[in-house]
């Protein structure tokens, strides 16, 4: 099927650990995204990357920090997991528009839920 | 500040009923504008876009939004829901800057009661 698929689909851990959730699309888009999901459904955009090139990097702490080996693929890894960061982690793709620019069209993967006790 | 308002956090429509969710934005100029739906345990997806043109825009489902610069809004609406329309609804705006930076608004869960 083609989709964003993102694993692992949920993910406990404790404070202080290391954590990476990976993110893959075979759409063929060239920027992905990481948008962070909170408890009351606040949704809130982290990184973009354009073709493995950062493009946004909101006001994220720096024990966030995205990877992108192709453009198929954008991991987040989170390090020294705070209370906080318990969340539902979204990774969504979109494509280039008819005319070369951004499309806006963002597609969703189905989303992590990390809970961090 | 520049910021996407959806008024109502919550609304309960009998099935088959019309349904209109509100979306205000307050932003120097007009941005582009979308909405989105997620049901639940689900990722987002695109219900409709404005961009420029048209002022009423069909989406998919069943979905139309009317963008009315004067009242800066960009309300959904559907004249018949369906029990499978129950889900959350975002609004969402970006700015032509190229970045495809979308800001959403808080959302508002639809209830849908036989």
């Known amino acids: 099927d083609t989709a964003v698929s993102q694993t692992p689909k949920y993910l406990v851990t404790q404070m202080g650990n290391d954590k990476s959730i990976k993110c893959e699309q075979n759409l063929g888009h060239d920027t992905m995204y990481w948008y962070k999901q909170d408890s009351k459904k606040f949704l809130k955009i982290m990184f973009s990357y354009n073709n493995k090139e950062l493009i946004i990097n909101e006001t994220v702490p720096n024990r966030f920090s995205p990877k992108s080996p192709d453009k198929a693929h954008l991991n987040l890894h989170i390090n020294s997991l705070e209370l906080g960061d318990s969340a539902v982690y979204f990774c969504a793709s979109s494509p280039f528009g008819t005319s070369g620019g951004p499309s806006y069209e963002q597609y969703f993967g189905p989303g992590t839920r990390l809970t961090v006790t | 500040a520049q910021s996407v308002t959806q008024p109502d956090i919550h609304i309960t429509v009998s099935e088959g009923a019309s349904l209109e969710l509100r979306c205000n934005y307050s932003?120097?100029?007009?941005?582009?504008l979308f909405w989105y739906v997620q049901s639940p345990g689900q990722g987002l997806q695109l219900l409709l876009k404005?961009?420029?043109?048209?002022?009423l825009v069909q989406g998919i489902k069943g979905f139309e939004a009317e963008f009315k610069r004067s009242q800066s809004s960009f309300n959904l609406r559907k004249p018949s829901v369906h029990w499978s329309d129950a889900a959350e609804y975002f609004c969402?705006?970006?700015?032509?800057?190229?970045?495809?930076?979308?800001?959403f608004g808080t959302g508002t869960r639809l209830t849908i009661i036989p």
């Open positions: 932003y120097g100029a007009t941005p582009y």
């Open positions: 404005y961009f420029s043109g048209d002022t």
């Open positions: 969402a705006v970006a700015l032509n800057f190229g970045n495809e930076k979308l800001t």
